[in-house]
């Protein structure tokens, strides 16, 4: 290969998931990376509070609800680049979605939502903290204990 060559990027093997509340009163299929390596947790307000723990959707084309639309409920605060959805019935955050500058559009998928993984497949998932209570998702926050 020259040197002025683009190296070939393989992306990592995709899996589709099926995501669901605890009654499943809202539930989607979306595709997302098979091994989960691109899981966070972060520390600002709401995630703090409700214990989040989120993946990407790879491809934002494959998000697909499977379940009526008035099941979902939205809470959108602060900055209002994150929309949070969640199940009218038994309160579960299932996803969020957004539009980040210098990210872009985004569904991140509750990873405690995703369903047929096992108690040992969810304590072998890699994640890494975002620093989101000072808005910098880019960095680790100082104190990650309890997250």
């Not at 369903?115 to 969810?122: G, K, N, P, V």
């Not at 975002?130 to 910098?136: E, H, K, L, V």
Request: charged share 20%; with cysteine.
């Amino acid at each position: 290969m020259s040197e002025s060559a683009t190296p070939v990027v393989t992306p990592p093997p995709q899996r589709l998931y099926t995501v669901s509340c605890h009654c499943g009163g809202v539930k989607f299929q979306a595709q997302m990376e098979k091994e989960l390596t691109k899981g966070h947790r972060c520390n600002c307000s709401s995630c703090f509070k409700t214990r989040m723990w989120v993946h990407p959707v790879s491809d934002l084309s494959t998000f697909k609800m499977m379940t009526p639309e008035e099941n979902v409920s939205q809470y959108v605060y602060n900055t209002k680049m994150c929309e949070h959805y969640f199940c009218k019935t038994c309160g579960t955050q299932t996803h969020m979605m957004g539009d980040c500058p210098g990210y872009g559009r985004y569904i991140l998928a509750s990873i405690n939502c995703l369903e047929e993984l096992t108690q040992e497949e969810f304590s072998n998932i890699k994640f890494r903290y975002a620093d989101g209570i000072n808005s910098n998702f880019m960095d680790v926050p100082k104190y990650t204990n309890h997250l």
